[in-house]
């Protein structure tokens, strides 16, 4: 009898630690870890809903580990069918994405971060969130200028115009902390070296955010 073909798909997880979860997440559930992301990807295909926020993943506290075995310790393998990635491959594309093995990463998490990643954080396999919030964080930054009391206009001057060297127009910045897209993480980096923030906090809740910056004049 031969064998069914599958796809050999590396899925890189948000972080280690994510991808720790699923493991206790799956064996708790007599589940394996490829049949758990396989649901998944199924829940995001039905949903019809493709889109994504997926940003970069949190620094990992793995100490002196090199960025290869970093990498590693996100990595899983699976062997999916054809037809499931084929179907994954189209939903991409209504996007009008192209880069496949990429976007087939990005797919993935965000059927986890919708259909699992709650159910890990309520029952304790996971401590909080691994995914980063850039709308969450665009209101933040709103949030730090308006506590400035600076316009829109007066923030882009100020704080990303280095010697004179505008690293943004003003119209850029507006449109980032409309949206959250754009070059926001490189923004909110400079700023925080400007002002000695910790960059972290900018994805913090509005609340817990608004009691960071309390102190700031």
């Not at 506290?61 to 994954?88: W, Y």
């Not at 159910?119 to 980063?132: C, D, P, V």
């Not at 709308?135 to 009391?149: E, G, P, V």
Request: hydrophobic residues 40%; proline residues 2%.
């Amino acid at each position: 009898m031969t064998a069914s073909p599958i796809v050999l798909t590396h899925v890189y997880l948000q972080t280690s630690e994510l991808k720790q979860a699923i493991v206790l997440w799956a064996k708790e559930h007599n589940m394996t870890v490829q049949d758990t992301i396989k649901t998944l990807i199924e829940k995001m295909l039905d949903s019809k809903d493709y889109t994504s926020n997926i940003e970069k993943f949190h620094k990992e506290a793995t100490g002196e580990l090199s960025a290869i075995q970093k990498t590693n310790m996100r990595r899983v393998t699976c062997g999916f069918s054809p037809e499931l990635m084929d179907r994954v491959d189209v939903a991409i594309r209504t996007l009008g994405q192209v880069e496949k093995a990429k976007l087939r990463g990005i797919f993935i998490n965000e059927a986890i971060r919708r259909y699992l990643e709650p159910h890990l954080i309520e029952f304790g396999f996971l401590k909080g969130t691994a995914f980063l919030d850039k709308k969450q964080a665009a209101m933040n930054l709103k949030a730090l200028r308006l506590k400035l009391r600076l316009t829109q206009q007066e923030f882009t001057q100020k704080f990303f115009a280095p010697e004179g060297v505008s690293l943004i127009s003003f119209s850029q910045y507006a449109m980032i902390e409309r949206t959250g897209k754009g070059s926001l993480d490189r923004l909110i980096e400079f700023i925080s070296i400007t002002l000695h923030l910790d960059k972290a906090r900018f994805y913090d809740s509005t609340l817990e955010f608004a009691k960071y910056i309390k102190v700031i004049n």
